[in-house]
């Protein structure tokens, strides 16, 4: 049997949390998809395209079995739509924990035959978030050890260019 999972997100952009998770997912999976939210109602720092294209570098390593794809609407749509049985979460602390616990049951009541698996974010990577990686890079800050190199340069980018 075939193990296929999602790793759903918004991703803008992507962190080594979320990276961490995604490698730990992979090892766990036969195949992941991991699916960047296209939410017109959000004004993301990045483009849909641009996010998919980051993550993308940044999972390439691990070859065919991990794919990364645009979505929008459901969360569970997608699940149906990659044939996957499971959505994977990552858990940084408690405070994390009540949104996802509500989220997940929202999920399965969409669509029974989908499970979350929660990973614990790696320690080193548990302060971390995408919002806190984008105002770092805004004022200056190192953002290296935060987020993947395809991340780094273009949070670079985009503060040259005035935001
Ligand atoms: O990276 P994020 O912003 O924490 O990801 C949240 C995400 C994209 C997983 C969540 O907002 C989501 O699933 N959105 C799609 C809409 C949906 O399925 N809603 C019902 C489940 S809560």
């Not at 997912?25 to 998809?33: E, H, M, P, Q």
């Not at 390593?61 to 997608?78: I, R």
């Not at 698996?117 to 978030?129: A, D, P, Q, W």
């Given at each position: 049997?075939?193990?296929?999972?999602?790793?759903?997100?918004?991703?803008?952009?992507?962190?080594?949390?979320?990276?961490?998770?995604?490698?730990?997912?992979?090892?766990l999976?036969?195949?992941?998809?991991?699916?960047?939210?296209?939410?017109?109602?959000?004004?993301?720092?990045?483009?849909?395209?641009?996010?998919?294209?980051?993550?993308?570098?940044?999972?390439?390593?691990?070859?065919?079995?991990?794919?990364?794809?645009?979505?929008?609407?459901?969360?569970?749509?997608?699940a149906?739509?990659?044939?996957?049985?499971f959505?994977?979460?990552?858990?940084?602390?408690?405070?994390?924990?009540?949104?996802?616990?509500?989220m997940?049951?929202?999920?399965?009541?969409?669509?029974?035959?989908?499970?979350?698996?929660?990973?614990?974010?790696?320690?080193?990577?548990?302060?971390l978030?995408?919002?806190?990686?984008?105002?770092?890079?805004?004022?200056?800050?190192?953002?290296?050890?935060?987020?993947?190199?395809?991340?780094?340069?273009?949070?670079?980018?985009?503060?040259?260019?005035?935001?």
């Amino acid at each position: 049997m075939t193990r296929v999972a999602i790793f759903p997100g918004s991703f803008d952009p992507m962190t080594n949390a979320h990276l961490d998770v995604a490698r730990r997912a992979a090892s766990l999976f036969d195949r992941l998809v991991v699916g960047v939210l296209h939410n017109p109602k959000k004004a993301p720092m990045f483009s849909t395209g641009e996010r998919v294209a980051m993550i993308r570098e940044a999972l390439a390593d691990l070859g065919p079995a991990v794919e990364v794809t645009e979505f929008d609407g459901l969360t569970v749509n997608l699940a149906e739509r990659v044939g996957a049985g499971f959505i994977v979460r990552g858990l940084r602390a408690v405070s994390d924990f009540e949104a996802e616990l509500q989220m997940a049951h929202t999920n399965r009541k969409l669509h029974e035959e989908v499970d979350t698996v929660f990973l614990m974010t790696t320690l080193e990577f548990g302060y971390l978030s995408s919002s806190l990686a984008k105002e770092v890079a805004l004022f200056g800050g190192d953002v290296s050890g935060m987020v993947p190199p395809a991340v780094a340069r273009a949070l670079a980018g985009r503060v040259a260019s005035g935001g």
